[in-house]
């Protein structure tokens, strides 16, 4: 099996191979250029709109009547709206640019016709877009991670086949022999998310079956999602990005293939895990149950590797911000994963189930873990794309710091709070006012966490802004520089 | 084209395996196909029903209105968690209590109490004061008001058996009554009908 097999060979060091190589990842970039702009550009825009629905969203959690009076803009529509802006919005497009691109670099093959990825973009945003305006009037599921509407799903999943072809393609294509662990982990991910989420909206939208079927197919879909494909995406970005910036190889690579098996073999059966207690037979939970502690073997070894691999390379991390970005990313999916397969198990579930200690949960994983490794990931990949430094670099520092006080902000309080509330759900003696109580003062946490986060994705925004300013005018007028100097010669 | 055909079979495996075992034979074993709907137990004739007219609305304005990013509706075996001691239902749910149902909302999260049973322990009063303004029932209830499904309305003979009771600032002009519009009238008829008043074989009340 050459694919799981032995770390590849790094590239020959000699001079001229170097060049050739180094013209041939140019060639790569300037082609990618249009669809990564459109992929990262869609994302930018939905994590400001989720920005926003966020902070209603968790503000509304303990001031109920804020912006209450008509029902698109009530709780019950603002969450899930959040929701599926972070998820399909943001960590999608961001998922589907970056991912292109690593394929494309790591195979050296420039993308062929970049303009049918903008229209990929194009049905996707589209697609989310009408989805968005339909769960806030009105056309939203009861299923987290599938609040769009059913109506969306043919146009999102056309968008996102054309993305998932691009990535095979360049896989088939590619002009090196060596092949990555990032690169199976990317094939992997873009295989099999047109795949579960062609089989969740025909099950749930086509041919919809009645009972606690619904449920079930609903939360497969949501396990699926968050490790086969966010899992897989996010794991191919640190693969990727942590040698580069760090300037040394992964330390345990062969091990590599162990965690990829367990992610890609047991990562679609961990969604029934959260069924727990529910109406449904023992069996369907405890596979889900069974197969959280096989995806521990993913967890332990990406984790603890991409952590050892940072750590050991000497004063790679101190200030090196992009890095540190990768180092959160790292140790959120250790930390999300070790939840993951720990709180199902079911005597903390009983305690646990319908607490918040699900949205941290949720929060480290999908924020925590993915969206931090793709702000790295966009760190480092825009700035060789268009050939542009980042404008403000100190602001890159600015973002990693609110982001993690946000993150600790978010996370930590959630999780000791949502334990308080389960252990007082479950005691009768306890008034249901208490509970309530108690739930709401910790989500102050999240609240405040979220003002932290707001005021990064601020500081991403500004640099991501301006690099596109100064790229525009650096093109339209490349003699700037002796434009300006004339005119300073003008004036003084 | 070797590599891209191992990874292919090794996503296959974990995708179709899981698909085939979780969601068809599992979704076999929960269908109606599968659940009698219709039975005797202890005596008693027990025939399950999908919901209908004012209530199936109901349920689908439970759904637009997001109900479920609050509530469960599914009461925990007796030993797992307190769902019964709370009062919440006084037996578990069961796969086939929601066999015939076409929106199941089971929730993952109970920011408010569960609602399988709400129609046992609450009336339709209850449930209009409750959505026009929670905080009238319970001052510390951080439920949202719907006071959006509510309008005003010109007394003609009588008034309005559904109108609410209000004084102060917040009653309506004289000569006029505030009721519930379609959507809430649905809503509160599909909430009335959440009851686990029946025993089925697999799950029987406990007194």
């Known amino acids: 099996m050459t694919v799981i097999g032995p770390s590849p060979q790094p590239p020959s060091r000699d001079a001229h191979g170097a060049s050739r190589l180094s013209a041939e990842i140019a060639e790569v970039d300037r082609s990618i250029r249009l669809p990564f702009l459109f992929f990262i550009l869609s994302g930018w825009v939905w994590l400001l709109a989720a920005s926003f629905f966020g902070y209603l969203t968790f503000w509304k959690a303990h001031n109920p009547e804020f912006l209450n009076a008509q029902a698109w803009i009530s709780f019950g529509r603002v969450a899930p709206a959040f929701n599926a802006m972070l998820v399909y919005g943001f960590a999608c497009n961001f998922a589907f640019g970056l991912g292109l691109w690593i394929v494309s670099r790591l195979g050296r093959v420039p993308v062929r016709y970049p303009i049918l990825l903008a229209v990929a973009a194009i049905f996707w945003n589209g697609g989310v877009n009408i989805g968005i305006f339909g769960i806030l009037r009105g056309d939203l599921n009861v299923f987290d991670y599938f609040e769009l509407p059913g109506y969306v799903a043919p146009i999102i999943l056309a968008g996102l086949l054309f993305v998932s072809v691009w990535v095979i393609l360049a896989f088939i294509n590619r002009r090196s022999d060596a092949v990555y662990a990032a690169q199976w982990y990317l094939v992997a991910g873009f295989l099999a998310f047109p795949w579960i989420f062609l089989i969740a909206a025909a099950m749930l939208f086509v041919y919809p079956t009645a009972g606690v079927s619904q449920p079930l197919v609903a939360n497969w879909y949501a396990g699926s999602l968050l490790w086969l494909w966010f899992g897989s995406v996010g794991a191919a970005l640190l693969y990727y990005l942590i040698p580069k910036l760090s300037g040394k190889p992964i330390l345990a690579y062969d091990l590599a293939r162990f965690g990829f098996l367990a992610l890609v073999l047991a990562g679609a059966w961990t969604g029934t895990a959260r069924l727990s207690g529910g109406p449904f037979p023992a069996w369907i939970i405890t596979v889900g149950i069974a197969s959280g502690l096989l995806l521990l073997v993913f967890f332990l070894i990406t984790g603890i590797n991409f952590l050892g691999s940072m750590s050991s390379a000497p004063g790679a991390l101190s200030g090196n911000t992009v890095l540190q970005f990768a180092f959160v990313g790292s140790l959120s999916l250790l930390l999300s994963g070790l939840a993951s397969a720990l709180l199902p198990l079911r005597s903390i579930n009983e305690v646990v189930q319908f607490t918040i200690v699900g949205e941290a949960r949720h929060f480290l994983l999908l924020y925590g873990f993915f969206s931090m490794v793709a702000f790295a990931g966009v760190y480092y990949a825009l700035p060789r794309i268009l050939q542009q430094d980042w404008p403000m670099a100190f602001m890159i520092p600015a973002h990693l710091y609110t982001a993690v006080i946000g993150l600790l902000l978010v996370v930590f309080p959630l999780a000791l709070g949502g334990w308080n509330q389960g252990v007082a759900l479950n005691d009768p003696s306890i008034p249901f006012a208490e509970v309530v109580r108690t739930a709401t003062v910790w989500m102050l946490g999240r609240s405040l966490g979220w003002l932290f986060i707001i005021f990064g994705h601020l500081a991403f925004s500004l640099n991501l802004v301006l690099i596109l300013v100064e790229k525009c005018k650096s093109v339209c007028c490349p003699d700037r520089d002796y434009a300006e100097a004339v005119k300073e010669g003008v004036g003084s | ?207």
Request: glycine share 8%; hydrophobic share 35%.
């Open chain 2, 1 to 207: 084209m070797k590599q891209l055909f191992t990874l292919f079979l090794l996503v296959f495996a974990g995708v179709a395996c899981s698909w085939v075992c979780l969601l068809l034979v599992g979704s076999g074993e929960l269908s109606a196909g599968k659940l009698e709907t219709s039975l005797t137990v202890a005596g008693d004739d027990v025939v399950l029903e999908t919901d209908l007219g004012l209530a199936a609305r109901g349920k689908q304005v439970y759904r637009e209105l997001g109900c479920v990013q609050c509530h469960t509706q599914q009461v925990r075996r007796p030993g797992y968690g307190g769902d019964l001691e709370r009062g919440w239902g006084s037996r578990q749910t069961v796969a086939r209590d929601y066999v015939l149902q076409d929106l199941v909302a089971l929730g993952n999260r109970r920011i408010g109490p569960d609602l399988a049973d709400v129609g046992s322990r609450r009336d339709a009063e209850w449930f209009y004061r409750h959505l026009y303004d929670p905080s009238s029932l319970a001052d510390w209830s951080t439920s949202p008001s719907y006071a959006h499904l509510f309008y005003d309305k010109e007394v003609t003979d009588e008034t309005s058996p559904t109108a609410l009771k209000l004084e102060g600032n917040d009653a309506p002009d004289p000569g006029f009554e505030r009721v519930p519009n379609f959507d809430a009238r649905a809503l509160v008829a599909y909430l009335e009908s959440l009851k686990l008043d029946y025993d089925l074989p697999e799950s029987k009340r406990v007194k």
